[in-house]
């Protein structure tokens, strides 16, 4: 894994300053601790930063090909890079080293801009051919690295990560919309960025510069297509599929071990792992003082039926608190505060291998999520009754934060009084519009649209598409926006900057695409999550892991906000950058409320705190 920049101009006579992108490079130093590359020719610069795993030996980059003038910088791992080299070997490729980033050169002479959809793997890239002079780069099926571009005055720069394209000079004027969408949604979907002068490549894209102009097109989309199989074929070559996945993660020079939760899917991986491997595996988990959100217990369950040891560590609230590495790591506004326990065992994890294997993508792949289970019902519901009749209920039914949480009906009223696209983008957000604006100055309200809009226009292109099922509607609606956005930036920034590269095996995408192909009512059967997985997994997990509340990897942020963590958002709501954005008189009424115990606003109350050293740390 690696950190990736680069400087390319419109005209190949221009020269572009070397020194800018070493900056560039520097400034994400944390991705690859390894090494150090540059290569500048006519009219571009492509910088590299590198954790040593593949090749060891002669894996350095940027890479060019020996007989011609092409050249890439590589940030990822492509798993079926033996299969590809043996393919272009038979086509006449004369390879030098043993790397899957020379693949990526002989494959773009090969196949040009099919490439992207040749790999198997978690890859962002970019590829200078200097006869034509022009950049092929591309980006990861679900979105698992990253790439960020930017242009001015004639050139096109890119970087994993936004905060080396500060090194180019970028536009930082701040997007009303992209505050908006975190405070609703906890990131800023893709392919915005919070400055008005930086995107992001979306994943399943690939782009092509060529004379200053920029053009984009998208090489892959999952298709929902249920087979009528039977469930015991479809049980098999599922976990046929995850076996493959889990195989295909362990290549690499370097000593590598897995995530584990009290969860199935990361007990999955650890019994699938240490069936690939014929031996006992170490695995690393993080745990909180408060036992509602303790899962160290059942990950020691989980861990002595596969025979792995378990290394543990205890996150304290302070640890919320240290944002030393928080706002340099997530250098845009990023809120899910499981943020914090993933860079800490992505650090325990570090201190004994280089690459881990985690349990991301089982929720979406196999409806683990209850706002799926939720969205079904709600679809169901919505023949009982007119659309208007719902929203009536819903305005006259107190929102009651004090109600147990069966009885906190106010917003399922609301869904059902909308489409199903906003219904669904209402479930699956932190806030709703009404609580964002409430939070957001006035004059910002305009210029902030609907904070909901990325989901609902992916939720509506997946109905317009033909998808039929309301689960597949919702898992189509995630791909595109809660997996790129949230989980998979939380797993690359926290990993990340401890230089651990996390492979995650749920989300092969032959294994996805063999989960679209199983009856949606097969997911969701008996009102439960994961219900076809379990199905899978029952004749290789203890019964009693199968039969566990889904807990998530998240922090007691409602308790800790009541304490230091409110005592801190407190203190920021004089800073002058964040009263431009936010009410402080709103926020310090929600968190007297909050305290008081008559409302959860503890999602908000860490959205203000992360946006204040956001501000404070970028926008200076």
Same mark, same amino acid.
Request: proline share 6%; aromatic share 8%; hydrophobic share 45%.
């Given at each position: 894994m690696c950190g990736i920049a680069g400087v390319f101009a419109d005209e190949a006579r221009r020269t572009i300053d070397v020194e800018m992108v070493r900056r560039m490079t520097r400034r994400i130093a944390h991705r690859g601790p390894d090494g150090e590359g540059v290569r500048a020719g006519p009219g571009y610069v492509l910088g590299h930063r590198r954790l040593a795993i593949v090749d060891l030996a002669t894996g350095q980059q940027p890479m060019g090909l020996a007989d011609a003038p092409v050249w890439v910088t590589f940030n990822g791992e492509i798993y079926n890079h033996e299969e590809l080299r043996a393919e272009l070997e038979a086509g006449g490729a004369v390879f030098r080293t043993?790397?899957?980033?020379?693949?990526? +050169?002989?494959?773009?002479?090969?196949?040009?801009?099919?490439?992207?959809?040749?790999?198997?793997?978690?890859?962002?890239?970019?590829?200078?051919?200097?006869?034509?002079?022009?950049?092929?780069?591309?980006? /990861?099926?679900?979105?698992?690295?990253?790439?960020?571009?930017?242009?001015?005055?004639?050139?096109?720069?890119?970087?994993?990560?936004?905060? $080396? +394209?500060?090194?180019?000079?970028?536009?930082?004027?701040?997007?009303?919309?992209?505050?908006?969408?975190?405070? $609703?949604?906890?990131?800023?979907?893709?392919p915005d960025t919070v400055f008005a002068g930086?995107?992001?490549?979306?994943?399943?894209?690939?782009?092509?510069?060529?004379?200053?102009?920029?053009?984009?097109?998208?090489?892959?989309?999952?298709?929902? $297509?249920?087979?009528?199989? =039977?469930?015991?074929?479809?049980?098999?070559?599922?976990?046929?599929?995850?076996?493959?996945?889990?195989?295909?993660r362990l290549m690499g020079e370097v000593p590598l071990a897995p995530f584990l939760s009290g969860g199935i899917d990361s007990y999955?991986?650890?019994?699938?792992?240490?069936?690939?491997?014929?031996?006992?595996?170490?695995?690393?988990?993080?745990?909180?003082?408060?036992?509602?959100?303790?899962?160290?217990?059942?990950?020691?369950e989980s861990a002595a039926a596969c025979g792995a040891s378990l290394v543990e560590e205890v996150l304290e609230p302070e640890a919320l608190l240290d944002l030393a590495w928080y706002a340099d790591t997530f250098?845009?506004?990023?809120?899910? =505060?499981?943020?914090?326990?993933?860079?800490?065992?992505?650090?325990?994890?570090?201190?004994?291998?280089?690459?881990?294997?985690?349990?991301?993508?089982?929720?979406?792949?196999f409806a683990g999520y209850r706002r799926y289970v939720f969205d079904v019902r709600e679809n169901a519901a919505r023949r009982w009754l007119p659309r208007a009749a719902w929203r009536a209920l819903g305005a006259v039914y107190p929102k009651a934060d004090w109600l147990p949480r069966w009885m906190r009906a106010r917003r399922t009223f609301q869904n059902l009084g909308?489409?199903?696209?906003?219904?669904?983008?209402? =479930?699956?957000?932190?806030?709703?519009?009404?609580?964002?604006?409430?939070?957001?100055?006035?004059?910002?309200?305009? $210029?902030?649209?609907?904070?909901?809009?990325?989901?609902?226009?992916?939720?509506?292109?997946?109905?317009?598409?033909?998808?039929?099922?309301?689960?597949?509607?919702?898992v189509a609606a995630d791909l595109e926006t809660w997996l790129a956005g949230d989980l998979l930036v939380k797993a690359d920034r926290a990993s990340m900057a401890v230089g651990l590269e996390v492979r995650s095996p749920f989300l092969d995408h032959l294994l996805l695409e063999h989960a679209a192909r199983i009856p949606a009512a097969w997911q969701t059967e008996g009102g439960s999550t994961k219900a076809f997985l379990r199905g899978c997994l029952r004749r290789r997990l203890l019964p009693g892991a199968l039969a566990r509340k889904k807990r998530g990897f998240s922090v007691p942020l409602r308790s800790w906000c009541r304490q230091q963590v409110g005592?801190?958002?407190?203190?920021? +709501?004089?800073?002058?950058?964040?009263?431009?954005?936010? /009410?402080?008189?709103?926020?310090?009424? +929600?968190?007297?409320r909050h305290r008081a115990g008559t409302g959860d606003h503890g999602e908000m109350l860490w959205a203000v705190f992360v946006l204040s050293r956001f501000l404070q740390r970028w926008c200076a």
């Open positions: 043993k790397s899957d980033t020379e693949v990526l +050169l002989h494959g773009f002479r090969a196949w040009g801009t099919g490439l992207a959809s040749r790999l198997r793997g978690m890859f962002a890239f970019a590829i200078v051919d200097e006869g034509r002079h022009e950049v092929y780069a591309a980006r /990861d099926r679900l979105g698992k690295k990253p790439f960020h571009w930017a242009q001015r005055d004639g050139l096109f720069a890119f970087a994993s990560e936004l905060k $080396a +394209l500060h090194e180019f000079g970028i536009d930082r004027t701040i997007v009303p919309a992209a505050i908006g969408r975190f405070l $609703a949604l906890r990131y800023v979907p893709d930086v995107h992001k490549l979306p994943p399943a894209h690939w782009c092509l510069v060529r004379g200053g102009r920029v053009t984009t097109q998208r090489y892959w989309r999952l298709e929902f $297509a249920p087979q009528e199989d =039977s469930r015991e074929r479809h049980e098999q070559r599922v976990l046929a599929l995850l076996d493959e996945a889990v195989r295909i999955a991986i650890v019994d699938s792992m240490t069936r690939t491997l014929g031996r006992p595996v170490q695995a690393c988990t993080i745990g909180f003082p408060d036992p509602a959100f303790d899962e160290r217990a059942e990950a020691r250098d845009e506004p990023f809120s899910d =505060s499981s943020a914090v326990p993933t860079h800490h065992v992505s650090r325990l994890a570090r201190r004994h291998v280089t690459v881990a294997l985690a349990g991301d993508g089982g929720d979406e792949g909308s489409s199903p696209a906003v219904a669904y983008a209402r =479930s699956v957000s932190a806030h709703v519009p009404e609580e964002v604006f409430a939070v957001l100055r006035p004059e910002h309200h305009g $210029a902030a649209g609907d904070p909901h809009e990325p989901v609902i226009a992916a939720y509506e292109a997946a109905a317009a598409a033909g998808v039929a099922a309301p689960l597949h509607r919702a005592d801190a958002v407190e203190a920021v +709501l004089g800073e002058r950058r964040l009263r431009e954005w936010i /009410d402080p008189d709103v926020v310090r009424r +929600l968190l007297a």
